[in-house]
T-cell receptor, first 115, second 109 residues
Framework: GAVVSQHPSRVICKSGTSVKIECRSL??????MFWYRQFPKQSLMLMAT?????????EQGVEKDKFLINHASLTLSTLTVTSAHPEDSSFYIC???????????FGPGTRLTVL | EDQVTQSPEALRLQEGESSSLNCSYT??????LFWYRQDPGKGPEFLFT???AGEEKEKERLKATLTKKESFLHITAPKPEDSATYLC??????????FGAGTTVTVRA
């Protein structure tokens, strides 16, 4: 149980385009999902908290107009990187908070490369 | 602000050589301390949640313990497949996780 998937696993795009990443909880409902970013050899940095049916809460320094988050259902959250630039290249990982207990379960991550 | 410090940064072990990883933390109102394993290019894999000082949890060759200021992850008789980065995270009242930088463990056969 507690499986979280992400799609795509890898994406390469041109500068200026937008990219959408999907995060799904496959066997449980998640009212809260989280989006993280991880640079090489560094730990996970929380970008935003996504709550089903309401606006996302962004961490300080994260541009909400650049990183659009939608949590339309209890099993799906999406992150759209708008007008992507090379500095947005990173490993993006989502997590979903389990309905019982405090654990967060993570997706496999999406490697974004912006050329 | 919540702070999580992991040591050492890297640990190289011979197969069968037991060792411990440390996670020191400061947090207002700890809801839980979490251990994850992360393989290169993958998302973190949940290992343990610890809620209160004195609590211990085990899974195969791994054992996690918690005090009021730190947590230890003990690896007993490690195998090469235990090679990974081990992440510690704390959760306060708002369900957000604050991660440490991780300890990269390499186990040689």
């Amino acid at each position: 149980g507690a499986v979280v998937s992400q799609h795509p696993s890898r994406v390469i795009c041109k500068s200026g385009t937008s990219v959408k990443i999907e995060c799904r909880s496959l066997d449980f409902q998640a009212t809260t999902m989280f989006w993280y970013r991880q640079f090489p050899k560094q730990s996970l940095m929380l970008m935003a908290t996504s709550n089903e049916g309401s606006k996302a809460t962004y961490e300080q320094g994260v541009e909400k107009d650049k990183f659009l988050i939608n949590h339309a259902s209890l099993t799906l959250s999406t992150l759209t990187v708008t007008s992507a630039h090379p500095e947005d290249s990173s490993f993006y990982i989502c997590s979903a908070r389990a309905p019982i207990g405090e654990a967060q379960y993570f997706g496999p991550g999406t490697r974004l490369t912006v050329l | 602000e919540d702070q999580v410090t992991q040591s050492p940064e890297a640990l190289r072990l011979q197969e069968g050589e037991s060792s411990s990883l440390n996670c020191s933390y400061t947090v207002s109102g700890l809801r839980g301390l979490f251990w994850y394993r992360q393989d290169p290019g993958k998302g973190p894999e949940f290992l343990f949640t610890l809620y209160s000082a004195g609590e211990e949890k085990e899974k195969e060759r791994l054992k996690a313990t918690l005090t009021k200021k730190e947590s230890f992850l003990h690896i007993t008789a490690p195998k090469p497949e235990d090679s990974a980065t081990y992440l510690c995270a704390v959760q306060a009242g708002d369900y957000k996780l604050s991660f440490g930088a991780g300890t990269t463990v390499t186990v040689r056969a």
